[in-house]
Nanobody, 122 residues
Framework: QVQLVESGGGLVQAGGSLRLSCAAS????????MNWYRQAPGKQRELVAS???????NYADSVKGRFTVSRDDAKKTVALQMNSLKPEDTAVYYC????????????????WGQGTQVTVSS
């Protein structure tokens, strides 16, 4: 059974920093892109940052220059370093990844973490 477990959320003042981590465990052959999404109250879930299995990163315009996504394939982890946080960054942050769970036959699954709350006070 594959699991993604996030950690590192919390309450921080505007201008502060937080680092989120997500660890994948279980029967994993390979991991495609690893992504961070967030969902604020009353809003749709949105993609914040992603990193491909080749290390290519992409960011939402709203976080460019402030957030940095990184992955460690040996540890099967992805991190999101969040700097210069703003109240509008307040949301539940979710880790997401496409994971190869079987090589024969080839089977990929799309997995989500349980979410971690980030609250930025003004």
């Amino acid at each position: 059974q594959v699991q993604l477990v996030e950690s590192g959320g919390g309450l921080v003042q505007a201008g502060g920093s937080l680092r989120l981590s997500c660890a994948a465990s279980g029967s994993i052959f390979s991991i495609r892109a690893m992504n961070w999404y967030r969902q604020a109250p009353g809003k749709q879930r949105e993609l914040v940052a992603s990193v491909s299995n080749g290390g290519v990163t992409n960011y939402a315009d709203s976080v460019k220059g402030r957030f940095t996504v990184s992955r460690d394939d040996a540890k099967k982890t992805v991190a999101l370093q969040m700097n210069s946080l703003k109240p509008e960054d307040t949301a539940v942050y979710y880790c997401n990844a496409g994971i190869l769970i079987s090589a024969t036959p080839v089977r990929w699954g799309n997995y989500w973490g349980q979410g971690t709350q980030v609250t930025v006070s003004s």
